[in-house]
């Protein structure tokens, strides 16, 4: 009798208890990143080999510790981010998706002309992320030119951009 009332006792358990089968994981939040923003930027490094090294050095425009204006127009469906970056009077289209730990992983390209001299800029290593209406992060953009060898490399980090529209 025992026996039967212990059985009985865990069936009741068992069942009271229930299995709700697995955990739902919860939906991700996609940080908003589409919108006007605006602020600036500083150059954090500067290096340059060949054509950006000689006098006047490209460093010495882009020095460390230089400020530039910034705004990022940017649209968003998902994780999919597109748009243009406007570095001072320079304006690259860019886009990238947003990483699972909410990093906006940013690529783009552009080239400046003046005459025959063509400087092209890439973006890399990009990695901002948006609380509220504010942007922090930092990238580097890598710069060629078709007047001679050589390359340059600048560090940024944003010092302020707000989102304002």
């Not at 089968?21 to 996609?30: I, M, S």
């Not at 940013?106 to 901002?128: D, E, R």
Request: proline share 6%.
């Amino acid at each position: 009798m025992r026996y039967a009332i212990a059985l009985v006792w865990i069936a009741l358990l068992t069942v009271a208890c229930g299995d709700d089968g697995p955990a739902t994981p919860p939906t991700p939040v996609v940080p908003n990143f589409q919108g006007q923003w605006t602020g600036s930027y500083d150059i954090t490094g500067c290096s340059g080999t060949g054509v950006f090294a000689t006098p006047p050095a490209f460093c010495d425009t882009f020095s460390i510790g230089s400020t530039f204006p910034l705004t990022l127009t940017l649209t968003q469906t998902g994780t999919q981010v597109t748009g243009t970056a406007q570095f001072g009077n320079f304006t690259m289209p860019v886009s990238g998706p947003i990483a699972a730990d909410g990093r906006l992983l940013l690529t783009g390209s552009g080239a400046l002309v003046q005459g025959s001299i063509t400087i092209n800029v890439s973006l890399a290593k990009w990695a901002t992320v948006v609380s509220g209406t504010s942007m922090t992060g930092n990238w580097e953009q890598v710069w060629t030119t078709n007047i001679g060898v050589g390359v340059a490399n600048t560090a940024h980090g944003i010092r302020v951009l707000t989102k304002t529209g």
